[in-house]
């Protein structure tokens, strides 16, 4: 079992956080002038490309986006708005979702063999995101023009969470 | 597992979850955040007013966030459930006091909080200018709080005081007005 790659996406639907676990299928071409061969720009998810060659970050989260915010709204549509999805499955990955009131969405995409991942989530949202973002006075509640939370402490303390895992192999 | 109502959850996480700080460092530190405040806009209490509540939004955006990370509680159905949650969640694991719900309109969009007991305002008596006692609303911050609060929850609010036990009122008194419910916000762009 493995986690692939996760994400955050806050209430005005910007990305503010990926991170890219392990990659075993396709490549990501790099948005920035990184190298390709960057193994952090890897990616395995995500739709088909539009045009020929490799997805962008850009592109993939775009996607990741766009897929888990039709599907929370066609739920909500169907069943109420006190519905959400938990996840999603192909033959080739599974999309964990979480949503918090104030409309931070926390998506892992993980390979098909995982499950419950949505209190891992919850803990990612209260023990990390919370303490290490939110409180932190100096950090801003807002992270507008994609330009992310960009906190050692978070990207630390989610490593050290993750990596003990059953899923994380 | 069972519904709990919102006492319980304000109750619960008060005693097992909170970490406690002494309440005269509390009211003391608001009360020079609110005396410098005088002095930097010499006695402009309308600004003070203005300031406090600016500061309030910033601190009520983050507070959102903490109540839901400990309460784990379920998207309030109306407004009167807001109302619950506000006075025995989040005054209750905040300050330990809470607020009673009264005069509620017609339309179900407005509604008082009444403070008994009021920490920020402890030892405190305005200042002797003829000015402060009509002007001055000294717990006003609690106002952006909820206002920056129930913005990150989708609902545009209005908060104000309309009376205060500091300027001689027999209660303090808090309107909460819900303006509107806010749309989810669509992505930008084609994609």
């Known amino acids: 079992m493995t986690i692939y790659s996760f994400w955050i996406f806050d209430r005005h639907c910007e990305c503010i956080y990926h991170k890219d676990f392990k990659r075993p299928m396709r490549q990501l071409r790099p948005t920035s002038a990184l190298s390709s061969t960057d193994p952090k720009q890897r990616n395995t998810s995500g739709g088909p490309p539009k045009g020929s060659g490799p997805l962008t970050v850009d592109d993939e989260s775009k996607l990741v986006f766009g897929v888990v915010f039709s599907l929370r709204n066609m739920v909500k549509k169907l069943s109420g708005d006190q519905e959400s999805f938990f996840s999603f499955k192909t033959t080739k990955y599974k999309l964990h979702f979480f949503e918090t009131q104030t409309n931070l969405r926390f998506v892992m995409v993980t390979d098909t063999r995982v499950d419950g991942v949505r209190p891992i989530l919850e803990q990612i949202y209260a023990g990390l995101y919370v303490e290490y973002v939110v409180k932190n006075p100096l950090s801003p509640p807002e992270h507008p023009g994609g330009e992310g939370v960009n906190n050692e402490l978070f990207t630390l303390g989610l490593d050290r969470f993750l990596r003990p895992l059953s899923i994380f192999e | ?191």
């Open chain 2, 1 to 191: 597992m069972a519904v709990r109502t919102p006492r319980q959850i304000g109750e619960d996480v008060w005693k097992t979850r909170i970490e406690k700080v002494n309440a005269e460092l509390v009211t003391l530190t608001y009360g020079s955040v609110v005396a410098q405040l005088c002095k930097d806009f010499t006695n402009d209490y309308i600004q003070v007013n203005e300031q406090l509540d600016k500061m309030g939004y910033n601190i009520g955006i983050r507070l959102i966030e903490d109540i839901l990370a400990r309460t784990n509680s379920e998207r309030c159905r109306s407004f009167k459930d807001t109302a619950e949650m506000i006075s025995k969640v989040g005054f209750k694991i905040f300050l330990n006091i809470t607020p009673a719900i009264l005069n509620w309109s017609q339309d179900n969009k407005q509604f008082s909080l009444i403070f008994d007991d009021n920490p920020l305002s402890d030892f405190v008596e305005l200042p002797d200018d003829g000015k402060a006692i009509n002007e001055l609303w000294y717990s006003n911050i609690l106002c952006g709080v909820l206002r920056g609060a129930l913005e990150m929850v989708q609902l545009q609010v209005e908060a104000k005081f309309v009376s205060d036990v500091l300027r001689g009122d027999d209660t303090t008194e808090m309107r909460v007005t819900l303006i509107r419910v806010l749309e989810d916000e669509m992505p930008v762009g084609d994609e």
